[in-house]
T-cell receptor, first 115, second 113 residues
Framework: AQSVAQPEDQVNVAEGNPLTVKCTYSVSGNPYLFWYVQYPNRGLQFLLKYITGDNLVKGSYGFEAEFNKSQTSFHLKKPSALVSDSALYFCAVRAPSGSARQLTFGSGTQLTVLP | DSGVTQTPKHLITATGQRVTLRCSPRSGDLSVYWYQQSLDQGLQFLIQYYNGEERAKGNILERFSAQQFPDLHSELNLSSLELGDSALYFC????????????FGSGTRLTVV
């Protein structure tokens, strides 16, 4: 079965500082990996994805993520955090083929950027 | 606006009742997915439909059922409601099997009293 772990329920960072939101995964085969963001009372919004190719993926709003196959990780990063980045972030994985191709989400990490 | 429409946005109902949540996928998307988001369980996959047929089933209770109609809209039916069914229910859609991710609706907040 596929799974995602987001080890930090809460991440606090000062505005202007770099941020990292951690994600590790478990899946059979080469993973399809995603990051989504959820603002209060809103649906999930797509940030970025890794399917294949360059391990460093760039996405929306200045976010990027690095795929590390040996560590089965896909951490989300941003060089300089903004207060408006404060939200709930979800990492998700799916298998490349077979019956379990729906997205499995992590438990989410609440990011708070302090002014 | 993501293009995925969910109605109603809010629903308050009593225990034991039955409700229907509706989802219209983004234009051109054939797959519809239902997820339940609660504080203690996180985002749980319920069920997927592709072009009218059930494709995958997750942690969906027997009291819950869904279908996708010929016009591709989908309905999630929740019956014999319990307090623990209170949650945000999200619908998402994708072109095929979601190789490039899903587009989510804004959700239906269900409160069972």
């Amino acid at each position: 079965a596929q799974s995602v772990a987001q080890p930090e329920d809460q991440v606090n960072v000062a505005e202007g500082n770099p941020l990292t939101v951690k994600c590790t995964y478990s899946v059979s085969g080469n993973p399809y990996l995603f990051w989504y963001v959820q603002y209060p009372n809103r649906g999930l919004q797509f940030l970025l994805k890794y399917i294949t190719g360059d391990n460093l993926v760039k996405g929306s709003y200045g976010f990027e993520a690095e795929f590390n196959k040996s560590q089965t990780s896909f951490h989300l990063k941003k060089p300089s955090a903004l207060v408006s980045d404060s939200a709930l972030y979800f990492c998700a994985v799916r298998a490349p083929s077979g019956s379990a191709r729906q997205l499995t989400f992590g438990s989410g990490t609440q990011l708070t950027v302090l002014p | 606006d993501s293009g995925v429409t969910q109605t109603p946005k809010h629903l308050i109902t009593a225990t034991g009742q039955r409700v229907t949540l509706r989802c219209s996928p983004r234009s051109g998307d054939l797959s519809v997915y239902w997820y339940q988001q609660s504080l203690d369980q996180g985002l749980q996959f319920l069920i997927q439909y592709y072009n009218g047929e059930e494709r995958a089933k997750g942690n969906i209770l027997e009291r819950f059922s869904a279908q996708q109609f010929p016009d591709l809209h989908s309905e999630l039916n929740l019956s014999s409601l319990e307090l623990g069914d209170s949650a945000l229910y999200f619908c998402a859609s994708s072109v095929s099997q979601g190789d490039y991710g899903y587009t989510f609706g804004s959700g239906t907040r269900l409160t069972v009293v």
